[in-house]
């Protein structure tokens, strides 16, 4: 019955694309409440949703393992032990270590378990403004590449983009047809990355007749897409594409 609770629950939250995460527990040694397979579902708050995993002994770790899994978008591993255990190895809570969030079992059970949580984050969202050949060219090579793709209208005066919870990449590429309401919509949003298919002349105009901060128009990359050359619509989408990737991931790899 909890199984099919926290699916249940699970396929709601993915509806709404609403973030979670999924806490297992992997190991117990010696009297625990929760048993290896058991798992709860956790809300970016920290509250357990659905499930159970243990009593107010593990909660606080694992509402504090789950905030930084979904804040990182990485799992973590948190090894819960009795003081005399911790004392044993030279252990902290709050420490990492060997892999694994160390926390203290402050219960009279004196047990240890090992809960694995697992962040479960929403596609990052691509909004493509606009139906010209660079917006279907774009959406096309884009689908390989992991993004929810929205395409809200082929109007640019459809409207303010509703609020989002994850990672929202807005290409502009109206070629003429609305390009100002479709930059007030990319600017009044939530965006993570905004590009703009147009010459850096035809922004600067544009931008001369938006009420927005420099600071604002900043976030606007125009021309849109890295410096390859590009020539075809197809080119051009290659090199936003790109410049979207390389924004996305720029700070995640480690030498």
């Not at 973030?19 to 970016?44: C, Q, S």
């Not at 509703?162 to 930059?183: F, S, W």
């Not at 600067?204 to 890295?226: C, K, Y």
Request: aromatic residues 4%; neutral net charge; hydrophobic residues 40%.
């Amino acid at each position: 019955m909890i199984s099919d609770t926290l699916n249940t629950a699970t396929h709601r939250l993915n509806a709404t694309r609403t973030p979670y995460a999924i806490a297992t527990v992997i190991r117990t040694v010696g009297a625990t409440a929760a048993k290896p397979g058991a798992r709860a579902l956790i809300l970016a708050d920290g509250t357990i949703s659905e499930g159970w995993i243990g009593g107010g002994c593990v909660r606080g770790a694992v509402a504090r393992a789950a905030q930084s899994a979904l804040a990182e978008g990485t799992p973590r591993l948190i090894s819960i032990q009795p003081d005399e255990d911790l004392t044993a190895q030279g252990l902290t809570p709050g420490e990492h270590h060997q892999g694994r969030d160390i926390a203290r079992n402050g219960c009279p059970s004196k047990g240890a378990m090992e809960i694995f949580v697992e962040p479960v984050l929403p596609r990052p969202e691509l909004v493509i403004l606009g139906a010209s050949p660079v917006a279907l060219a774009l959406a096309t090579l884009a689908q390989p590449f992991g993004f929810d793709i929205t395409t809200p209208d082929t109007q640019p005066d459809s409207g303010p983009l509703p609020a989002a919870n994850h990672a929202r990449m807005v290409v502009i590429a109206t070629q003429g047809a609305g390009d100002l309401d479709a930059l007030r919509t990319a600017l009044a949003s939530d965006a993570d990355y905004i590009g703009f298919v147009a010459s850096r002349r035809k922004f600067t105009t544009l931008a001369a007749r938006l009420d927005a901060t420099p600071e604002t128009l900043a976030r606007v990359h125009s021309p849109a897409g890295l410096a390859i050359n590009a020539v075809t619509p197809e080119e051009i989408a290659l090199s936003i594409l790109a410049q979207i990737v390389q924004h996305r991931r720029q700070g995640q790899r480690q030498t």
